[in-house]
């Protein structure tokens, strides 16, 4: 596998070079795609029964702009570069432009058709501020900032962290799977039969951010996973959050290793960023999906 | 016992009917009457506590409805809109056990409690089809058994005979006859026939802030019903 051709005896044997390729290099990444595959497919799923609007995600409505803006501020500025420290600082990032997205499309009621325009438009907005850094940045960091940008899982380190604060959220949202089936019926739906939307809603919100902020900065700006994935496993298992949710983790996960081991390997020794393949898978399902809506 | 004490209630912050003062209780059958814009609706809205009074309270066994967390609420009360769009592929079984939220009780027993409602509104063969692909009528007889899986004390129904055809119209009304044995239900209805013949008790609202309450048969006099027909409305 790779640009390294390795023979499988050699992957077990510690003295061979081969074995640090596949435990330090390929297995880490491996992980990590799984993590944040996994968390970006849960994230879409949240922003969709948050904003009730099946073309939802979190890359579309700027949430992982916002934590990629204050996460690139900072690696520019030179503040932080340790991973948990720019988890915090993407999770304010993803947190503030989550909230004024909210902040926004609120009059009374969240309106779905308003807050899908904002989040659109925060997005570019975001994408903008990002844009100017990069052009004002010195020749040298701007090549890797792209490809981070992109969505590129070459830089991630592996991270514990992660791991706990998702098996916390997965948890959490599992404790209220039945308020998360109701509240996708819409919100005076789950109001009258029993569901406190407004806790519900701030779970989901907080929860979103979170593993937004994180799969950011584990390997920036993926588009589409959050999209497509959530799709797919409503296909597979219904709409029922008991089997979303960790079904959602799971196909989330294969799928974003799937495109990162594309994306090694495609036009091998160049590697090239993973958020270019989700895109061109994402693209055209997005147009078909976008059809039927 | 469910008490509206000098309750004014609004639409979008516009005051649309003010002062009511009238007390429902277990064993009892309402039939809501009155013209169209009058409040009925907001009115039913503002009991189930989706909106709040612009006055007064909604009081509950003497505990203010605005206070209650939403899962207690529900406890108390089931809402039916008068429209509730469907919007995802949940079954039907899916659907009508959405009702048992409130009450976190053994999945067993909300599994009897759903089919039951499932039997009791003469749906039970749709219970593995998909709600986005039944008819009007169908549908209208998921959500009034979710509304019955609920098991609420208070049934508050807007308009819930539409799309329902006549065998079914009878049907139904039988079904909550038969609830408002034990519990409340309260029904917004334009049919004058089936409140004669159903409710036991009738609310008469007009405009300019006037009502009648009582007994249908007090009530529902060829006098008040005449006055019902010639009741014009102020609307600005």
Redesign the interface.
Known sequence: MGSVHTPLAAVFNSDSEYFEIIWQLRMPRIINAMLVGGSLALAGLLIQNLV?NPLADPYLLGVSGGAATVQLVVIISGIALAQNTLFFFGFLGSLAATLLLLKLSYHGQIKPEKITLNGVVLAFGFAAIISFVLATASGQQVKSMMFWLMGDMSFAQPNLLMPVVILACMLLLMKHH??L??L???E??A???????QRINLIIFTITALLTAMAVAQAGTIGFVGLIIPHLVRLMT???HQNLIPMCFLVGACFLVAADTLARTIMSPIQLPVGVFTAMIGVPVFLMLNRKV | MLKLQNLSISQDQVPLFNHLNVSFKPGQFWGIIGQNGVGKSTLLRTI?G?NKPLNGAVLIDGTEVTTM???????K???L?QE????????VR?AVG??R??WHSKKADDNKITEQALQQCGIQHLAEKSILRLSGGERRKVEIATCIT?QSDYLLLDEPLNHLDLVYKAHILKVFSAISQKRCVVMVCHDLEVVKKHCTHVMMLFANDCYLTGTSATILTDANIGRLFNDHHQYD
Not at chain 2, 84 to 91: C, D, N
């Open positions: 009730k039945r308020a089936d109701l996708a019926r819409g005076l739906f109001l009258k039969s029993g569901v406190n939307a219904g709409f029922k | 189930a989706i967390p939403p899962q207690l609420r529900a406890q009360f089931s809402y809109f509730q769009e469907a919007t995802l592929a949940f079954s899916a959405m009702g939220y409130p609920q």
